[in-house]
């Protein structure tokens, strides 16, 4: 099968395009005929031996976003059959090979595929909708009527987010540069920030929970939560520093990494499908071109997610 490795860590030009086995699915597990894989942060992040570098071996395939159909079904799943369409984040933080013909991972880490979206759309989904859910639903324990404020919001997490927190039936605050602002308006924002031109703690006040997907959250930052109040820090954690800061001013601080769950994902697909939550794929590319996937997300202007076609 064709398959994006990668033999040491670096720029976009060590994702080349190979001919390798194609892989056989054990007991529980399911091969699945890739048509789409997402692209994400963690994908360029551990190319460059950062992300989740540390556990990966070479050659390593990157890639965690997947839709496509079963192909076959190992010993034992009778969950799915062969011609099922389903979509997943499978073995997240090892890796999935997403970037590839064919996939196999256990049954029960996949969904079926949203029925209303295309395998390009789907492919957008898993990882990022993931996180945006089990931050704001298991993690932050969002209800309604609470003030989130979600940072990065025009992003592939950020978008999402946007749109399960105004589900859950919060007021959702967002940052982004201004001409962003009336997609996300469209989306459930009520109160949009552009972060070009304005703090965010000069802009928002009494907020229940912080999802920051940028990353430079601060003791600053923490101004905008009210007391008992919860900032999850997505990428990178919560430093020390922060998470005293917080611990100071009477408000909680968590760090946060997204784990594969297919029955999160059966869920969202049923949001999808009710037509409660849309999926925004800003440019696909062919799988030959991952490396110019990798250039246009690592400029991290992305609205909506980007998205490989095999
Ligand atoms: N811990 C975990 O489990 C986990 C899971 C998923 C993602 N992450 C991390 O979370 C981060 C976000 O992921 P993603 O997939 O959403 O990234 P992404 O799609 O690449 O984000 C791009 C967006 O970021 C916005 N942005 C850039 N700088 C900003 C700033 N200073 N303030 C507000 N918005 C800004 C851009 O908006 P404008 O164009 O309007 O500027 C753009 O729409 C990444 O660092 C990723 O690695 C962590």
Redesign the pocket.
């Known amino acids: 099968m064709r398959a994006v490795t990668i033999k040491e860590f670096g720029g976009p030009e060590v994702l080349t395009v190979e001919d390798v086995a194609r892989p056989e699915p054990l007991p529980t597990e399911v091969l699945v005929r890739v048509h789409a894989a997402g692209v ?3 994908d360029w ?1 551990t190319r460059l031996g950062h ?1 989740m570098a540390g556990l990966q071996t070479f050659p390593l395939i990157v890639g965690w976003d997947v839709s496509g159909v079963v192909e076959e079904a190992g010993f034992g799943v009778t969950t799915l059959r062969p011609g099922d369409e389903v979509y997943g984040m499978p073995w997240f933080p090892r890796a999935a090979g997403g970037y590839a013909e064919y996939v196999t991972a256990p049954a029960r880490q996949w969904a079926r595929k949203p029925a209303t979206v295309d395998h390009v759309h789907a492919a957008a989904v898993p ?2 909708a993931l ?1 945006a859910w089990q931050a704001l639903v298991d993690t932050a324990q969002v209800r309604a009527g609470q003030r989130v404020l979600i ?8 978008h999402f987010a946007v749109q399960f927190a105004r589900h859950l039936g919060a007021r959702v605050i967002a ?3 201004a ?2 602002h009336p997609w996300l308006k469209e989306l459930g924002a009520e109160q949009t920030i552009d ?2 031109a304005t703090r965010v703690e000069d802009a928002a006040a009494d907020v229940d929970v912080v999802i920051d ?4 959250a601060s003791p600053r930052t923490l101004k905008v939560l009210r007391p008992g109040g919860l900032l999850v820090g ?4 919560v430093s020390p520093e922060l998470a005293e800061a917080g611990a100071a001013a009477g408000v909680r601080t968590t ?4 784990e594969p769950d297919g029955p999160a994902l059966a869920t969202i697909a049923g949001l999808i499908d009710a037509g409660q939550v849309a999926v925004e794929v800003e440019e696909t590319f062919p799988l030959e071109r991952a490396a110019a996937a990798h250039l246009r ?1 690592e400029a ?6 980007l998205v490989l076609t095999t």
């Open positions: 994400n942060p963690v992040k992300g990882l990022a996180t940072t990065a919001a025009a992003g592939g997490v950020g940052t982004a540069s001409p962003r972060y070009t997907l940028v990353g430079d997505v990428p990178g954690g760090p946060f990494l997204v997300g991290g202007r992305t609205r909506g997610k």
